[in-house]
């Protein structure tokens, strides 16, 4: 394993800059909700550093944590990092700013696939390693959090590592919940809790500024190898409430509707009042 680099954090900051500045906006009806620019550069060096060397699939990814890991490797801003990222998400918007960036950059371990986590999982299922900041499950015990890190599970054939992004805060009930429901699901499934990292991450999150995050390390139990057939999730226990209270899914892909750059402000922004010509 190489020496663990430091890092050069202006360079790391303005990498994550470039990433920021190809990110489509959030769509909040289905709970995207960009985490803070210092976090990411946090969270990219570590997801490198977990996922060294190893094939890691990203089930849904708004944050463009991928695309950070990638490009901070790719510019030597950090010295190891996964072999290869696939990200799984049903927004096409974002499925094009992952694969936009790899071909500017010529990165040539990342890549998207656009792909609903309601439906079964594509493959492969030879990932080593899965990572998802998925609906936190607020009105709904965490089931939601429990699809997306089921389509992580399969992923990696209930054989690997996860880290699961979700809500830890001490003042409110319903992330203690959430937390607990995750923990015994991921037992149920052979997976055990190699780490907690509490309230590590921000928000853009406006009706609650100070919502954190925690990650969530799991690891699967020795032998516990095996490929199940992947189902669609049609259980109404399970899609109520999916992105918040009476708020369960209707739509199978976020289409783009056209290339935009998304760096730039939209022409439909902003209108010119012209100087006066003499
Ligand atoms: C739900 S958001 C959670 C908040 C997170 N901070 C973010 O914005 O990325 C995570 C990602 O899941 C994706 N997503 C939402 N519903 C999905 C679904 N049914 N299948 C696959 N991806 C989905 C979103 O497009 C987003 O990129």
């Keep these: ?31 995207q909700i960009y985490m803070k620019a210092g976090d990411m550069v946090l969270q990219s060096e570590l997801v ?34 996964p072999s290869e ?20 950059e010529g990165i040539e371990n990342l890549s998207a696939v656009l792909y609903n986590c309601l439906d079964p999982f594509p493959g492969p299922t030879d990932f080593d390693c899965f990572y ?6 607020a009105s709904n015990e965490g089931e939601s959090v429990k699809v997306f890190m089921q389509r992580g599970m399969e992923a990696v054939a209930y054989d690997g590592e996860g880290m699961v ?11 203690k919940r959430v937390l607990a429901n995750v923990q015994a699901f991921a037992i149920s499934n ?15 999150l406006d009706d609650a500024p ?14 516990s190898k095996h490929i199940l057939e992947s189902l669609p ?17 209707r739509v199978r892909y976020v289409r783009e509707k056209k290339r935009l750059d998304y760096g730039k402000a939209h022409e439909d922004e902003y209108s010119l009042e012209l100087l006066e010509s003499e």
């Design 132 to 137: 998802t900041n998925p609906p936190w499950g």
């Design 1 to 31: 394993m190489p020496e663990q680099k430091e890092i050069d954090l202006r360079a790391a900051i303005n990498a994550i800059s470039d990433v920021i500045e190809n990110r489509p906006r959030s769509l909040r009806e289905f709970d």
């Design 233 to 249: 999730i049609t259980d109404p226990e399970q899609l109520n409430h999916f992105y918040g209270r009476d708020n369960s899914p």
């Design 48 to 81: 490198a550093r977990w996922a060294g060397g190893k094939r890691l699939a990203f089930i849904g990814d708004g944050d463009a944590i991928s695309v950070c890991v990638a490009y901070l490797q790719k510019r030597e801003i950090i010295n190891r990092g």
């Design 165 to 175: 992004v979700i809500a830890d805060d001490p003042e409110l009930e319903w992330p």
């Design 85 to 104: 990222i696939v990200v799984f998400d049903f927004d096409e918007r974002i499925c094009s700013a992952v694969t936009r960036f790899a071909d500017k």
């Design 190 to 204: 052979n997976f055990f809790v190699q780490k907690m990292m509490s309230q590590l991450h921000s928000y853009h």
């Design 210 to 223: 100070n919502l954190r995050s925690c990650n969530l390390i799991f690891k699967s139990l020795p032998g």
